[in-house]
């Protein structure tokens, strides 16, 4: 792989591997830990032990893309490529917060963007924290266009549905009946996360009339949601045991789904922005977007 342009050092970028795993989860948790504490925000990652198990998922994964960077034979930062569906997705990126600000961030998303490009991605995605202007900008530069603003929302569970709507557990046989409605949300399925999510035991499907009308991978930061209404996202909403991470991710253009969420007791943790190069359909229905899955 190539080496960073107009750094100081010599910064070199290979694929990741999985004993990449502890060296790539510190500098993933210590990078959003300063980041958040600067702007004095909750960090995203709880813990070391929480950024590392997620990014050895990532090492390991075969539907995910890695890029290392390294400088003086130390691993400074990495970067992933979600390509389990035909929209690609970007993230986490991190750099060591030792050795910031010196393009290393500019190379690691260069890298996945060439990946994209070589794969033949219609689209790509990402998820950034507002607050950010670094990234925001970085992301900008490189052609990302900011599409809307997301609240992340997190507080008690509801507990309650819209009448006549029914959610249960995803099962495999609901794949095609998810995808239908994601092709009608968004144009596109989001089939290799879905799939993922139903066999991890995460996902949830929402039925109204005897039809799967939406259905959530995950009700957090990590998961995808879309349902045919706001009502069938309000009952996966409802119904969810718990916000995983720092919240469900909420597009502030639905004001409505917006101001329930507010008034069942959800409060902003933070405002992220929706960020996309390439084929990006407006949205026909009503989604959360996912910072992973
Ligand atoms: C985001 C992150 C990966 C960027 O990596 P980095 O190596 O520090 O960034 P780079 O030096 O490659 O790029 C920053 C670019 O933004 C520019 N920039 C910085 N602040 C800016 C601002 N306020 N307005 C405009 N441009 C700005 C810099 O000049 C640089 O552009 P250049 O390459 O043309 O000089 C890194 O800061 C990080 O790990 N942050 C914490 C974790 C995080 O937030 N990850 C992103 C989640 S969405």
Redesign the pocket.
Known sequence: MAN?Q?TQTTVALRPGRPTDSSACGR??FD??E???RQHNFHP?FPSMDVATELITMLLSHPGFFSVVAEAGGEIV?S?FLDERSPIAG????????R???????????QAILDRAAERKFAGVR????AY??????????LGFLPRESIACMQGPTIGALPAGYQVRRAVEADLKACNRVCTFVHGHHRAGETLDAIKLGAATVVEHEGCVTGYATDLGFLGHAVGETNRDLMALIGAASAFAGPGILVPLRNGALFHWCLGHGLRVAQV?TLMTTGLYNEPAGAYLPS?LY
């Open positions: 960073v107009g500098i993933c990078a959003f300063a980041i958040a995203d930062g970067n970007v993230g986490p990126i991190t750099v060591d917060p050795v910031q600000n010196l393009r290393i961030g500019r190379g690691l998303m990402l998820l950034q924290s950010h202007s670094r990234s925001l900008a970085l992301y900008g530069t992220m910072v």
